[in-house]
Nanobody, 126 residues
Framework: QVQLVESGGGLVQAGDSLRLSCAAS????????MGWFRQAPGKEREFVAA????????KYTDAVKGRFTISRDNAKSTLYLQMNTLKPEDTAVYYC???????????????????WGQGTQVTVSS
């Protein structure tokens, strides 16, 4: 059992940067592959980025590749998403999630993630 809490969202101008954090309530979070997903108004939830348990392997959706960086600090039980060169189309509620099944690969489907945070709003104006 792990509880996740996102923070760091806000209102920014296009081209600005934000750093999202996801704090796990227990150190058991360090044993899970983790991911970031987002949901924009009127759209379905989509994959953004994911990272394996040790932080050595990552995956990104093409829309954010080269602009966003996912990382983790297992000693602090915290997941991060550094978002640079933000665009209006990045506007969404961002969720962090944990894949509780021990895997050697990082998955991108939300069906693989069974523990979710409440989300944090990111709004990018033109």
């Amino acid at each position: 059992q792990v509880q996740l809490v996102e923070s760091g969202g806000g209102l920014v101008q296009a081209g600005d940067s934000l750093r999202l954090s996801c704090a796990a309530s227990g150190r058991t979070g360090s044993s899970y592959n983790m991911g970031w997903f987002r949901q924009a108004p009127g759209k379905e939830r989509e994959f953004v980025a994911a990272i394996n348990r040790g932080g050595s392997a990552t995956k990104y959706t093409d829309a954010v590749k080269g602009r966003f960086t996912i990382s983790r600090d297992n000693a602090k039980s915290t997941l991060y998403l550094q978002m640079n060169t933000l665009k209006p189309e990045d506007t969404a509620v961002y969720y962090c999630a944990a894949d509780k099944i021990y895997r050697s690969v990082v998955l991108t489907t939300d069906r693989a993630y069974d523990s979710w945070g409440q989300g944090t709003q990111v709004t990018v104006s033109s």
